[in-house]
């Protein structure tokens, strides 16, 4: 006898009524995708709990993997025999003896699912409560404040008992809230908004501004990096370089220096906004923080909205830095992010940008430029590359 399943718990998913099966389908997908390597496991997938047969498959790598799917509330290794008493009280009392439980306190805590089960709960719960004290020693009951809970859930399909809750990332099944377009830069911020997207349901795709010879390879490489990390959360990503330096110069050369940094992001989101066009996108996902630096004041978002009536998204709106970079690190992008390669935004910011821009005078400026055609040139160079969970880089190129 031993741990045979995983139990998956959905949490938010249970809130969805009559769309909670396209929800529980979709995770059931994600789960399979991550789960790819691990060949001998079989998913069960139920309206208010999903399933996996471990098949003899060591649980711990399976945990971690999980842990990193949106739409798992909480997870728990589980063994589970037939609804018969003596076979589950056999198991009960396996299961206990697999913690060091000795000067330890336990529960039975049993849920009757399967109400043609002949024992009603109360009843389960001494049958079982007094069959696992009878067999060992050391061990007492404590019905308020357990070191052990042992919990016991009699369903049709056979009786699964469980312990401790492992914390999934809990939020949506990626993909079930449609597609955004995400604007990453190489910095800290933009990869977290990409996460926390992803945990609200969006499939992401991801846009990026490079200026060679501005800046590197190594900057480029630095943005691959990133997306394939939050492949991990999501999937497969399709990532879009944008080749920026003939916009960028020409609007450094043409606007004045306090008003080029609000030019440039009125024109990232243009192009941003034809990319999402293209893929069939619903939003554009910034990492925008309020009042962070001059671009990312309310006025300046104002004026650069001016450009589209797509939504934009902004998961990190109400952060400060400190929220944002603990998230990272949890996330595992932050150690890339700050990788000593600077980006288009970064390399070309001026002295003194305009925190309060005035969109009249911003128009003004772009008047002087050949705008709808630059834009439609550099759209039309974009390069795009598709990132893979666990993909080797030299299968990108």
Known sequence: ????????????????????????????????????????LQIEALRDRMYIRLHHTPPQPVIEKLQEVFGIQSLSLALKTENDLQKIKEATL?????????????????????????????????????????NTTGLTVDVHHPDIDVRVEVRKEGTYITAYDVPGAGGLPVGTSGKAMLMLSGGIDSPVAGYLAMKRGLQIEAVHFFSPPFTSERAKQKVIDLAQRLTEFGGTIRLHIV??????????????EN??????RRAMLRITDEI?????????????????????????????NDVTTTPILRP?????????????????????????????????????PKTKPKKEKVIQYEQFL????????????????????????????
């Not at 920026?244 to 004045?256: C, G």
């Not at 996902?285 to 650069?304: H, K, P, R, Y």
């Not at 050949?370 to 190129?397: G, S, Y």
């Open 370 to 397: 050949p705008l709808d055609e630059m834009i439609a040139e550099t759209v039309a160079r974009v390069e795009t590359i598709t990132l893979k969970p666990d993909q080797p880089l030299d299968e990108l190129f």
């Open 259 to 264: 008003y080029s940094l609000i030019a440039t």
């Open 94 to 134: 396996f299961f206990v003896k697999q913690f060091p439980y000795e000067g330890k306190t336990f529960k039975i805590s049993a849920r009757r699912a399967d109400k043609q089960f002949p024992v009603t709960t109360n009843e389960l719960n001494y049958e079982l409560g007094s069959y696992v004290l009878k």
């Open 316 to 352: 990190l709106i109400s952060m400060d830095k400190t929220e944002i970079i603990a998230i990272a690190e949890r996330i595992g992008t932050h150690h890339i992010s700050i990788r000593p390669y600077e980006d288009c935004c970064t390399i070309f910011t001026p002295k003194a």
């Open 276 to 304: 999402r066009k293209k893929e069939n996108g619903l939003a554009i996902v910034t990492g925008e923080s309020l009042g962070q630096v001059a671009s990312q004041t309310l006025e300046s978002m104002v004026v650069v």
């Open 243 to 256: 080749p920026f330096t003939e916009l960028q110069q020409a609007i450094y050369k043409q606007v004045p």
């Open 1 to 40: 006898m031993t741990y045979d399943h995983i139990v998956i718990r959905y949490g938010e998913m249970s809130t969805k009524g009559k769309n909670r099966l396209q929800f529980v389908r979709c995770l059931k997908r994600n789960i399979a995708k991550k789960l790819k390597h691990f060949p001998n």
